[in-house]
Each structure stands twice: as structure tokens, then as C-alpha cells.
């Protein structure tokens, strides 16, 4: 017997607060330590959601969280709503496109300190468009006209936005598949008035992303360049030395497993120079490649050493989850619906990293964001599932906000003060798991037994007659919290923590 339990509404918006992963306690240079999170659910009908951003975009101290539809052809804007502690977000506005959306980015691209919205969409046959939206938004009002409608050259799939020259105006760089090459549009706002110059750089192969990142702390950024159909990045070092003339140099190029689709810099050993970690969706991998230059030196990487399994990732994030000064991984399993939490535990010029959570997400999840958000300064991690048309705002707790996995609950006749117990072992379980009552226990009716997914999903449902043990078969669950209830008419159970491993 099975059920779903249904936490929002069907038409725009609910929250679904669920918490989970918690309290496997996880030996790490003599301490527990856990990953645990609460989830809550934002979804809208036939959505299909891709990449995601936050942004606090109309300057009142809360940030917005930008999601594409390439399904609908628009951007959505989640307001951000004020708490005591947490926030929380509300469906605001959106930005319609004429054509299916590729890619997008934010950046200030007129100079008046607001995040501006940088759209690339296609029309099968034409050429890519670059959509910029000017962010007119004040506090409490969020607000974005289109300006600016630029045509590529040919079909690009991705586009980013940073200051490359150094002039503090921020340009654009765009990938172009069609014609290898990758293209420049140089910021030269005068007066208020946006306008750009072009560049290119040819390449060889067919872009399809890219990452920038100051790779050798001379603090320009360079760029980290997929080659997804030869299976390499292109490391581009930025050899720019005068405003407005934008030139890069590549200086190494990586082997990557099949299909690499995303990366990630940052500094994963603890030396100060920033490390290289790569998806790569045919595969089922992710590969590091450990930076061995040095300081304002011409970059160079290390080859690939270190190869982790993960079932068709496409997208990846980095920060440091557990307040130890590294950097953990959050991966995106698109066949699993998972997001894989790596824990860091690198030493200098000696990276490693464990597998130690896999979180039940949603339907082929597309895009894992991290970021600090509300006034928890703690690092919150935002997935978006295609199938399942929503994301998920996955805010981490602290250690001393984690719930203990109880092994023994309380139950309690409602009519009555007297309380018995209920015991749920072995916890963690793999695939037998038992409910043991205390002998003050006298019920007479039966028992239901539910056992409840991460998002809220009945997966098992089961009627027991009443003794004073109860075993359950739970070989076909995958590995995973969940929840289980307990209800009999007349008495009140505390809903208990099991991990499946």
C-alpha cells in the first residue's frame, strides 16, 4: 500500500519542510560529524527548472533566487521574505524570452551596482541571442526592462559575465560551438548608456561552458574551457595588459573521462591556489586536478589523480560545509536524483575526499547552488529537478541544531498522563528493521506503520496486529533517511529517524 503525502499546493507555491540526513554520527580525525539539512520544496507546474542563482537584486539586505524555464522560455524571480532567522521566498516576477533559453548570468553591466540579467537563447536554425535586462528594481520593488538584444555569430550555449581588462565595467564572454571560438563583448558604457566592442579567440574545438576564475592569483580572471565532444578543458590564462584590449594565452589542457559538463575552482587542498574538479556526465566521475604553479606564475595542473563514482553528474558546487577551513563537493546525480555531499579531507598538495551523503533530491536534478543565505552565515545548498518541477532550498543546520537519531520514542494515551516506549533497531538498518514496545504498552487496536522519503513521500505502508514486536522487510529501500510514523487510534507517537544503509 502506498501513498503520497503532499506537502504543497498544486497550483504555484507551497514550502515542504523536511529534514533529513541527519545524525549518522561519522568518525573524521576523532570527531562526529554530520550534514544535515532541513528541505523546503518550491514548486510551480510544467516549470522544468534548469540553472539557478541568488542574488540580493533590489539592494534590501535579502537575497532573490533566479531560476531558468527553458521549458517556458523565462526567468523566474523568487522574492526573498524576511524571518527571525531564516528566509524564505515567494514567486515575484518572471522574463519571458521569444526564444528557447541556453544559458544566463548576472552581473552590474551599467554601472549603477545593481545585478542586471544576461539572457542566451535560440531559435532552431538561427543564431544564439544575448537578452540584457537592466535591474530598475528599488527595495521592496523588483523590477527589469530589456534594453539590449545582441546576435552571436553562430550557436552558442553558454555566457558569463566578469571584468576581464580591469576597467571596473563588467563584460560578457560567450561560447561559440559552431565556430570554436569563444567571443568578447567589451563593456564601454558612456554616460549611463551601455554599449560594447567584440573580440574574439579561437579555440580549435566546441565549447559548450566555461568557468572564470583568477587561477594564479594575479588577480585577473582566467578562464577554464570544456571541450565536451574531445573530452579536454583548455586552461585560458587572461594576458591582458591594457583596458579594452582583451587577450588570453592558454597555458595547459586537461584530459577529462567522457562528457565533461561542468567544474568547479577552488582551492581543495588548503595550499592557497585554486584546484580544478570536473563532472563528467558519460563517465560517471569526477576528476581533480591539483594546481602546481605558483603564485603569479603561469598556471599549470596537475594530471587527473583522483576519480570519484557518481551515476551521470551534471553539475557540481563547492564550499566549506562543516566550518573546518575545506571545502566540501555537493555533486548532482541526474540518474540517482541525488546530490552527493563529499566530504573534504585533503591535506596540503595531497587531496582526498569521501562520499558520506547521498540527499533524495527530486526528478532528474539539473543545477546544485551554494550559497550563504538569510542571516545564518552558514552555507545552504539550492538543487532544481527538472521532472519534478521544482527546487529545493536545502538549509544546512549546525551540529547543535541536528536532531539525534533517537532509537527509543515515547508513546502516550491521549486520554491518559502514562507513557510507554517504543524501540526501532538496528538504527541504522539495512534490511530488516524491528519496533519493540515497552510492556506498559496495552493496545488494542492495530497498528499503522509508515515509513516516509526525505520529500515526504509514503513509501512503505504496512498494518500491524498489536505485540510487542514488530519486523519489518526494508531490502528493497535505497540507502537513505527516512522517516517513520506510527498511529493507532487513541494514542500519539513521536515520529522517529531511520538510516538505511
Not at 532573490?64 to 524564505?88: A, D, F, H, R, T
Not at 595550499?271 to 586536478?289: Q, T
Not at 551515476?311 to 573546518?324: F, I, T, Y
Not at 499503522?448 to 505502508?461: F, H, N, Q, T
Request: proline letters at 4%.
Amino acid at each position: 500500500m502506498n501513498k503520497n503525502v503532499r506537502f504543497f499546493r498544486r497550483d504555484i507555491l507551497a514550502g515542504a519542510f523536511v529534514t533529513f540526513l541527519l545524525n549518522t554520527p561519522h568518525a573524521l580525525h576523532g570527531q562526529a560529524n554530520r550534514f544535515s539539512f532541513n528541505a523546503t520544496t518550491y514548486r510551480w507546474p510544467n516549470s522544468s527548472p534548469g540553472k539557478l542563482l541568488t542574488a540580493d537584486l533590489d539592494n534590501d539586505s535579502k537575497d532573490e533566487i533566479i531560476v531558468s524555464s527553458p521549458k517556458q522560455k523565462k526567468i523566474y524571480i523568487w522574492e526573498g521574505i524576511p524571518g527571525n532567522e531564516e528566509q524564505s521566498w515567494r514567486m515575484k516576477d518572471s522574463i519571458s524570452l521569444e526564444s528557447r533559453m541556453l544559458s544566463f548570468c548576472i552581473g552590474d553591466i551599467d554601472g549603477d551596482s545593481k545585478n542586471d540579467i544576461i539572457t542566451l537563447s535560440n531559435r532552431k536554425g538561427y543564431n544564439s541571442i544575448l537578452g540584457i535586462f537592466l535591474n530598475r528594481s528599488a527595495p521592496g520593488s523588483i523590477k527589469f526592462e530589456k534594453e539590449y538584444s545582441i546576435e552571436t555569430s553562430g550557436l552558442a550555449y553558454y555566457v558569463a559575465a566578469d571584468d576581464l581588462d580591469g576597467d571596473k565595467k563588467t563584460d560578457l564572454i560567450v561560447v561559440d560551438f559552431e565556430k570554436k571560438s569563444l567571443t568578447f563583448l567589451i563593456n564601454a558604457i558612456d554616460k549611463g548608456r551601455v554599449n560594447f566592442s567584440k573580440s574574439t579567440h579561437d579555440l580549435g574545438i566546441r565549447p559548450n561552458y566555461f568557468i572564470v576564475k583568477d587561477i594564479n592569483g594575479d588577480k585577473k580572471p582566467d578562464l577554464i574551457v570544456s571541450g565536451y565532444d574531445k573530452n579536454i578543458l583548455f586552461v585560458l590564462q587572461n594576458a591582458t595588459t591594457s583596458q579594452g584590449r582583451i587577450s588570453f594565452t592558454q597555458v595547459d589542457q586537461l584530459n577529462t573521462g567522457s562528457g565533461p559538463v561542468d567544474c568547479i575552482v577552488d582551492d581543495l587542498d588548503g595550499d592557497k591556489m585554486p584546484d580544478i574538479a570536473v563532472v563528467n556526465l558519460f563517465a560517471n566521475s569526477l576528476s581533480i586536478y591539483m594546481n602546481a604553479s605558483s603564485p603569479n606564475s603561469q598556471a599549470h595542473f596537475e594530471d587527473a589523480k583522483v576519480a570519484i563514482s557518481v551515476k551521470r553528474p551534471n553539475s557540481l558546487a563547492s564550499g566549506d560545509l562543516d566550518n573546518d577551513g575545506m571545502p566540501e563537493i555537493a555533486i548532482n546525480s541526474e540518474q540517482d536524483n541525488h546530490t552527493v555531499i563529499l566530504k573534504n579531507h585533503s591535506t596540503l598538495h595531497n587531496v582526498s575526499f569521501e562520499k558520506v551523503r547521498e540527499i533524495p533530491v527530486g526528478s532528474a536534478p539539473q543545477h546544485v547552488y551554494m550559497k550563504e543565505i538569510g542571516k545564518s552565515k552558514r552555507l545552504d545548498l539550492l538543487v532544481s529537478n527538472s521532472y519534478s518541477d521544482n527546487f529545493l532550498v536545502l538549509k544546512h543546520l549546525l551540529q547543535k541544531e541536528s536532531l539525534s537519531l533517537v532509537d527509543t520514542v515515547s508513546i502516550s494515551k491521549q486520554d491518559e498522563h502514562k507513557t510507554g516506549k517504543v524501540v526501532i533497531y538496528p538504527n541504522p538498518a539495512r534490511s530488516k528493521v524491528q519496533i519493540a514496545f515497552s510492556s506498559s504498552v496495552k493496545i488494542s487496536a492495530d497498528i499503522l506503520v509508515s515509513i516516509i522519503d526525505a520529500l515526504g513521500k509514503e513509501i512503505v505502508c504496512e498494518r500491524h496486529s498489536v505485540t510487542n514486536l514488530i519486523t519489518m522487510d526494508i531490502s528493497k529501500l535505497t540507502a537513505g533517511f527516512y522517516w517513520v510514523r506510527l498511529s493507532s487510534p487513541g494514542y500519539n507517537f513521536k515520529t522517529s529517524g531511520l538510516v538505511v544503509e
